[in-house]
């Protein structure tokens, strides 16, 4: 009995601490229908306070913010290859991301934070490798 209602408190408590939040799922693929190694989904809009949870489906990536496109005094993040991390993100905006080996390859991902990011153009200027530039332009298509 006391087993059971300290269980219900802690769900309890849990709900209404993450009531607000949700965590969303991004894998790392060595191979999509095309046959690019990418993140999927390569663009995740969230809401300050939410988590992504980076799973290396195939363990042979990392992810890494691209500290050019983030917003100002954005705390930065940079898993090890093969760990699943989760990032909580509370500052409003867009956050580049890449996998530090496979970035010149194009696998790369967005993440908007927030309904109107300002970093928008400052994202939108950033320089890249040939296939990443490529993979880049329909996800910031995709920013409102």
Known sequence: MIRES??????????IL????TETIV???????????????AYVKIQ???TIRF???????NVELIKSMAPEDAPPFKTVVGKEVAVTVDKAGLYGF???QHDILGMVGLIQVGDKPENLEAAK???HGKLAAKRFEPLLDKVQ
């Open 18 to 21: 993450g009531a607000n939040t």
């Open 55 to 61: 799973v290396p489906t195939d363990k042979g990536h």
């Open 48 to 50: 300050p306070g939410d």
């Open 6 to 15: 300290v269980g219900a408190a802690a769900l309890l408590i849990g709900s």
């Open 27 to 41: 894998t790392t693929l060595n191979s999509d229908p095309g046959g690019r190694m990418v993140f999927d989904p």
């Open 98 to 100: 890449k996998c530090a």
């Open 125 to 127: 200027a950033v320089q």
